[in-house]
T-cell receptor, first 112, second 114 residues
């Protein structure tokens, strides 16, 4: 079965540093998403992306966050200046229209 | 805004028995999708079952079935013949047809005991 691939699986960074989390969605999918999950808490929606633009974003997705689809295969989440509270598991997902989301295995981000 | 509520933070069940996880949601939409996702200790998100709101028939997937009550905005998951591998967090999720963003409940931690 096709998979959503996320790299790296673990990322450790210093507070204030920029990080880029990378995702390769399933090739024929059109909708792309980022979610995060702070340890022990619910999965929270960050942003959805379609047709090369953000289609929806949550209140969590502030000016420190940005997404990009730099080429035909990658979908990235950038956090410009990381804070301690950004430590979480970040999930990328993709889907075709009105179908289930396929999730990647996540990137565990630790901000020290 | 859509909200998803899972009122059972933790549940346990004996192996081979049946357990039901509750989920309610709030929306003004008429067309939407509902999902149950399983998150084992590996923290992967695995789709368990999917229900389309316009379908009256409850979805089933092997040992997993749902009780979808549209008027009550309720979407419970029944796991029959529970197995040790069913131990995981279970998240109920809602997605509108238009917005294509999925919102999750807080999750229910299910433990299957031998």
């Amino acid at each position: 079965e096709p998979e959503v691939t996320q790299t790296p699986s673990h990322q450790v960074t210093q507070m204030g540093q920029e990080v880029i989390l990378r995702c390769v969605p399933i090739s024929n999918h059109l909708y792309f998403y980022w979610y995060r999950q702070i340890l022990g808490q619910k999965v929270e929606f960050l942003v959805s992306f379609y047709n090369n633009e953000i289609s929806e974003k949550s209140e969590i997705f502030d000016d420190q966050f940005s997404v990009e689809r730099p080429d035909g295969s990658n979908f990235t989440l950038k956090i410009r200046s990381t804070k301690l509270e950004d430590s979480a598991m970040y999930f990328c997902a993709s889907s075709r229209e009105n179908e289930k989301l396929f999730f990647g295995s996540g990137t565990q981000l630790s901000v020290l | 805004a859509q909200t998803v509520t899972q009122s059972q933070p933790e549940m346990s069940v004996q192996e081979a028995e049946t357990v039901t996880l509750s989920c309610t949601y709030d929306t003004s939409e008429s067309n939407y999708y509902l999902f149950w996702y399983k998150q084992p200790p590996s923290r992967q998100m695995i789709l368990v079952i999917r229900q389309e709101a316009y379908k009256q028939q409850n979805a089933t997937e092997n040992r997993f079935s749902v009780n979808f009550q549209k008027a009550a905005k309720s979407f419970s998951l029944k796991i029959s013949d529970s197995q040790l591998g069913d131990t995981a967090m279970y998240f109920c999720a809602f997605m509108t047809r238009n917005n294509n963003d999925m919102r999750f409940g807080a999750g229910t931690r299910l433990t299957v005991k031998p």
